[in-house]
């Protein structure tokens, strides 16, 4: 038992990881012994980050927009020139849209969808190769989907593209997961309620206030996160196949 949460000797690959959510997982993966890659779309917060997490272990960037295919390709190519196998990939790049239903546009469809629904499947299908590498029956490589509660229940937010790109990659996690999980390719899904971040500022500016919202009466940490990514990661999740782990405090029992 002492080994069930330890990622020593993994290597990891994270997209959007150079802030909030993505930042969280990468910290805790690199405290768990993991190798991490972080990859955005910003080279220089890429970068920065990269060098500030590795204090705590191996990090490093590869900057890539995979919001495109090209991006994908080419973040395809950058880890694969670095490492011969992926054990976990975090699919966590995302990106939102908040509009009136009378005038929410065609470019707040297709940014949010492309990056938050099609990125995670083109990605995970171009890397399968490297996850195929590191997969074994005692030790499967793992895809984590970082989804939104929003995927689950309703916010009365007007955010419909994000709304339904999230509730799209739960489903497509269940779909993935029974493709993959025969070749030691684990899926499985993270839905985030309220944490700090540039996506959420309301839960970064105003927490006090967001929290009374909350069942926990307060808004996500970042060990919350980071705990419930290692659980799925290391060998406590290998029997974990097509679940979305909720890490929202309760807001979805209150909503």
Wanted: net charge neutral; glycine share 10%.
């Amino acid at each position: 038992m002492n080994d069930l949460f330890s990622l020593a000797g993994k290597t990891a690959l994270i997209t959007g990881g150079s802030r909030g959510i993505g930042r969280m997982i990468a910290a805790g993966f690199l405290a768990q012994g993991a190798r991490v890659y972080i990859s955005s779309r910003k080279a220089e917060a890429c970068e920065k980050t990269a060098g500030e997490l590795a204090s705590a272990g191996p990090c490093f960037a590869l900057p890539a927009d995979v919001s495109t295919m090209e991006g994908v390709g080419a973040l395809t190519a950058a880890y694969s020139a670095r490492e011969p196998r992926l054990d976990i990939l975090v699919n966590n790049a995302g990106a939102a849209w908040g509009e009136s239903y009378d005038t929410f546009p065609e470019k707040g469809w297709d940014k949010v969808v492309d990056l938050n629904l099609k990125t995670p499947f083109f990605l995970t299908q171009a890397l399968t190769g490297l996850l195929r590498a590191a997969a074994s029956a005692e030790r499967p490589a793992k895809v984590i989907n970082v989804a939104s509660i929003d995927g689950l229940s309703v916010n009365p937010q007007e955010t419909y593209s994000y709304a339904a790109s999230k509730a799209g990659l739960i489903h497509l996690t269940r779909r993935m997961a029974l493709r993959l999980a025969p070749e030691n390719i684990v899926v499985s899904a993270i839905a985030p309620g309220a944490f700090a971040s540039e996506m959420n500022r309301v839960a970064r500016d105003h927490g006090d206030e967001v929290a009374q919202r909350i069942p926990s009466r307060r808004i996500g940490r970042d060990e919350d996160m980071a705990g419930a990514a290692i659980y799925l990661a290391s060998r406590a999740g290998d029997y974990v196949v097509g679940t979305t782990l909720v890490v929202d405090g309760g807001v979805t029992l209150a909503r």
